[in-house]
């Protein structure tokens, strides 16, 4: 596969619940970010990771949410005692170095219920 | 701070016509600009940018794009808008510091028979 790869694609998870969404980036893509994206808007960014360090976890909403790269590839996104304002699509995008475009996977649909 | 604005929710036009969804911006610096799209269920898909250069930017699927430094705007056209075409369209500025992309809030295009 030559794109962004996520995984599950749709996640249910029971309130309380902790739940990880995995990001398989471009191979060689050296940027890598994590957005969620709420019915009906656009896009929010979460974290942004340049090879395995975590330069910018700004857009992250709480301290129950928590993302890793610690080997400069796969991205994990965790979300601990998960609520239903979590219910969202949570995307994952890489981009080589430069200002280039990034790619989006197909997003992981994540119903807290 | 960098924004993106998208004035319009929706765009009605029918098959054949040309069509524009709007978007303005507002950076400091210069300004990297892109358009996606979204079809149901799915990741963003790259359409074009503009980084540098001519006015005028040519992407995929007949698409183009002006940019507009005076008007600060940057609006996604197509001669000749076909029934596929229907989908959510976000606009968005690339911070320059981190490479992350901050959305507009997303236009949804309908194209009638």
């Known amino acids: 596969g030559a794109g962004v790869s996520q995984s599950p694609r749709y996640k249910v998870a029971k309130r309380g619940q902790d739940v990880a969404l995995r990001c398989d980036p471009i191979?060689?893509?050296?940027?890598l970010f994590w957005y969620q994206q709420a019915l009906g808007q656009g896009p929010e960014f979460l974290t942004y990771?340049?090879?395995?360090?975590?330069?910018?976890k700004s857009g992250l909403p709480s301290d129950r949410f928590f993302a890793e790269r610690p080997e400069g590839s796969v991205s994990t996104l965790k979300i601990q005692r998960t609520q239903q304002e979590d219910s969202a699509v949570y995307l994952c995008a890489s981009s080589p170095t430069g200002p280039t475009e990034a790619f989006f996977g197909q997003g992981t649909r994540l119903t807290v219920v | 701070a960098q924004s993106v604005a998208q004035p319009e929710d929706q765009v009605n036009v029918a098959e054949g016509n040309p069509l524009t969804v709007k978007c303005t911006y507002s950076v400091s610096g210069n300004p990297y600009l892109f358009w996606y799209v979204q079809y149901p269920n799915r990741g963003l898909q790259f359409l074009l940018k503009y980084i540098t250069g001519d006015n005028l930017v040519k992407g995929s699927y007949g698409f183009e794009a002006e940019f507009n430094k005076s008007q600060t705007s940057f609006h996604l056209k197509k001669p000749s808008a076909l029934v596929s075409d229907s989908a959510l369209y976000f606009c968005a500025v690339r911070d320059g510091d981190t490479g992350k992309l901050i959305f507009g809030q997303g236009t949804t295009l309908q194209v009638k028979p």
């Open positions: 990771f340049q090879n395995e360090a975590q330069l910018d």
């Open positions: 191979s060689g893509h050296v940027s």
